[in-house]
């Protein structure tokens, strides 16, 4: 082996090791998904049974609060998650590196030109 190839090597394996990290995270992300989505489902229809009862006796009016609320706690985590900042990291750095380049660039064509 080279040099060259002997340092390429522990790139590598450190990328790949993120790259099964990530993709680790994201089934975890995707099976919580699929679980809140399934018992938002279940919620739902409880709920729905619960206000086609006419008689509405104070126990039934509370637990309709407390089935709303863990609806609206469950979308909330839903929404909330699909956005971190690791997922936004590599974007946002690279729009201020080439944004940062671009007007450095700018400053130079203007000061040549001028």
């Known amino acids: 082996m080279t040099n060259l190839q002997e340092n390429q090597q522990p790139d590598f394996e450190q990328e790949l090791e993120e790259v ?3 993709l680790r995270l994201l089934k ?9 989505q399934q018992q ?3 919620w739902q229809q409880e709920l729905k049974n619960l206000k086609q009862n006419k008689k509405q006796p104070p126990e039934i009016k ?3 609060k407390r089935i709303q609320k863990q609806l609206e706690a469950l979308e909330l985590n839903l929404e909330s998650q ?3 900042w690791n ?3 590599k974007p946002f750095w ?3 590196r080439f944004g940062g380049l671009g007007i450095i660039i ?3 064509l203007k000061s040549c030109a001028g």
């Open 94 to 96: 690279q729009a201020v």
């Open 106 to 108: 700018g400053w130079l």
């Open 62 to 64: 509370s637990e309709l």
């Open 87 to 89: 997922s936004l990291k």
């Open 40 to 42: 938002k489902a279940q």
């Open 20 to 22: 099964e990290t990530s």
């Open 28 to 36: 975890e992300r995707y099976a919580q998904v699929q679980r809140d």
């Open 82 to 84: 699909l956005f971190s």
